[in-house]
């Protein structure tokens, strides 16, 4: 597995926003706009659960408990992609990471913290 850079995780109060990046390392560059591209969170003592994401062919698609809520998105310049946290509630705090891949590569960044408290 490729580690990808993330960055904007942090603690915000309920309601709050955070955009999370993730931008692909040297080795997929070139590959970066054939990837499906998704966000994963993972809380203490649950599996990893798909949040978001955007296909090689641009269709978005969320789970339902961050609809409306949550955007992804892909900057194919700056080979990085987004999550946009709108409302961020009690019961998204996890360590969110991001995925980029194909029937070939399967990148995974390390993952950002994401607190939310009052």
């Known amino acids: 597995q490729v580690p990808l850079v993330e960055s904007g995780g942090g603690l915000v109060q309920p309601g709050g926003s955070l955009r999370l990046s993730c931008k692909a390392s040297r080795a997929i560059l070139s590959t970066f706009t054939s990837f499906n591209k998704a966000w994963y969170r993972q809380a203490p003592g649950e599996s990893r659960e798909l949040v978001a994401i955007i296909t090689n062919q641009g269709s978005t698609n969320y789970a339902d408990s961050v609809k409306g809520r949550f955007t992804i998105s892909r900057d194919n310049t700056r080979k990085t992609i987004y999550l946009q946290m709108n409302d961020l509630k009690t019961d998204d705090p996890a360590v969110y990471y991001c995925?980029?891949?194909?029937?070939?590569?399967?990148?995974w960044g390390s993952g950002n913290q994401v607190a939310v408290s009052s």
């Open positions: 995925n980029m891949g194909n029937e070939d590569t399967n990148a």
